[in-house]
């Protein structure tokens, strides 16, 4: 199957044959189509396959900013896809390309083939008989907050609570935005979008129609779709679960599964990219004490020789680096071993600087998922390290029967309870003969 990503909406002519190809990992090249009233629309094609289905964003979007975001990268990738040099397109409408679907698949029956609306509605503010749309004051609002605050990450905590507390993910999203749109460009088009309501022509649909729409959206209520479903002549409707308005964060591969299904009548499974890995978390032992008696500038400088540091000992081992974690490192490796002994290194390579650190270490299935990780073995990674003694090198039994005659001794340090993690777990010191 294929992707096409068009900025906003799309001209009556076809945009004609194209390289189609599409490589993991590279960015696809951005093409200009020529709407008819002469707008240049951005738009990018993934894949190759036979159903080619149209992706139409919502509220702000760029088509190659978007590749920037490894959650939104990922959905693309394994998207069922889109239209290129084709006379007949599905349509995928997100929020508000919700509308502008449904708009074209009433205009141009005969060149849609089917409609998906995720996440959609028909009308954006409320009215007597519309109780799912935003009030006036609610718009009003949210006017006021793109005035004082774009450059940040305008509107995410709806559109997204589950990454709330994820920095690397609200960076990126308010790069993304920024790069979509001026400051000027986006009110325009956010009161342009208050004034969207396409009710009237819902029962002239006549293409095959799912209405998609998480349980807990908190920008789009799920009665929003709920409306349209029931409005649109024989429309499928299918609640899922999450509070996620974005559909590339929380469950996707529900949402890409039941677009999958109604496309093409089945449900492929998606490729896992699970792996074993030891898992590292390290910790500065004192670090706020430390930070007051050396003073902002002064601290800021011992925090970026230790950070120096620990990556000089992570590329000597073979560790790599996930994320810091304030004043810590959480990184991976492929070998219990030599992850033991990049642990005991650090320990000793930050005390010239005045600093000790802890370590927590644990052996467990991961889930790669771009440049990030997720898997339960990271939480108990981050448990075991939260339990560890000043200068320690504190690892699960896992990891100790892994390493057996590999010159590393251990001492027993008990039977823990890890918070949020089931059963009792035993711990032990690492040290070197």
């Known amino acids: 199957m294929s992707v096409l990503w068009r900025a906003k909406g799309f001209g009556r002519e076809p945009l004609g044959p194209i390289d189609r190809c599409y490589t993991p990992g590279v960015i696809p090249k951005t093409r200009y189509a020529r709407a008819s009233d002469g707008v240049a629309i951005a738009y990018q094609v993934i894949g190759d396959g036979p159903r080619d289905l149209v992706w139409v964003p919502g509220w702000i979007s760029n088509v190659e900013a978007a590749w920037g975001e490894p959650t939104m990268a990922r959905f693309f990738e394994r998207s069922v896809c889109d239209a290129i040099g084709s006379e007949h397109v599905?349509?995928?409408?997100?929020?508000?390309?919700?509308?502008?679907?449904?708009?074209?698949?009433?205009?141009?029956?005969?060149?849609?083939?089917?409609?998906?609306?995720?996440?959609g509605y028909a009308r954006?503010?409320?009215?007597?008989?519309?109780?799912?749309?935003?009030?006036?004051?609610?718009?009003?609002?949210?006017l006021e907050e793109i005035e004082r605050d774009w450059g940040g990450p305008v509107g995410l905590d709806a559109r997204a609570p589950s990454k709330v507390g994820d920095s690397r993910f609200r960076e990126n999203w308010a790069r993304y935005i920024r790069q979509g749109a001026s400051p000027g460009a986006v009110l325009a088009l956010t009161r342009m979008n208050a004034e969207i309501d396409v009710r009237p022509i819902l029962s002239t649909i006549r293409v095959p129609t799912l209405v998609l729409h998480r349980s807990g959206d908190r920008v789009i209520p799920v009665g929003a779709g709920r409306y349209l479903a029931e409005r649109i002549p024989n429309a499928s409707f299918v609640e899922l679960t999450g509070d996620d308005h974005l559909p590339w964060i929380g469950d996707t591969d529900a949402v890409l599964g039941e677009i999958e299904e109604f496309l093409t009548g089945v449900r492929s499974r998606p490729e896992s990219n699970r792996m074993l890995a030891t898992v590292l978390f390290t910790d500065i032992v004192g670090s706020t004490q430390r930070a007051g008696e050396l003073g902002d500038a002064a601290w800021t400088d011992v925090l970026q020789a230790h950070h120096a540091r620990v990556r000089d000992e992570l590329a000597r081992f073979g560790g790599r680096e996930m994320r810091t974690t304030g004043d810590g490192f959480f990184a991976l490796f492929d070998g219990p071993a030599r992850a033991i002994r990049c642990a005991l290194a650090l320990v000793h390579a930050v005390r010239p600087l005045g600093l000790e650190i802890r370590a927590g270490l644990h052996t467990g299935e991961v889930e790669m998922l771009g440049d990030d990780v997720e898997g339960v073995a990271i939480h108990i990674g981050a448990r075991i390290a939260a339990l560890?003694?000043?200068?320690?090198?504190?690892?699960?039994?896992?990891?100790?029967?892994?390493?057996?005659?590999?010159?590393?001794?251990?001492?027993?340090?008990?039977?823990?309870?890890?918070?949020?993690?089931?059963?009792?777990?035993?711990l032990f010191a690492a040290a070197i003969n």
Do not use: N
């Not at 000043?390 to 990891?399: K, W």
């Not at 918070?419 to 777990?425: A, H, S, T």
């Open 90 to 119: 599905s349509l995928l409408g997100v929020s508000e390309g919700a509308p502008m679907c449904v708009l074209y698949a009433a205009t141009h029956p005969e060149r849609t083939t089917a409609v998906i609306l995720l996440g």
């Open 124 to 142: 954006r503010l409320q009215a007597p008989d519309y109780p799912w749309g935003v009030t006036m004051a609610q718009q009003q609002a949210f």
């Open 388 to 426: 560890a003694g000043t200068g320690e090198v504190l690892v699960s039994r896992t990891i100790k029967d892994l390493v057996v005659g590999s010159g590393l001794t251990f001492r027993d340090r008990g039977t823990h309870a890890l918070k949020g993690v089931p059963d009792q777990w035993q």
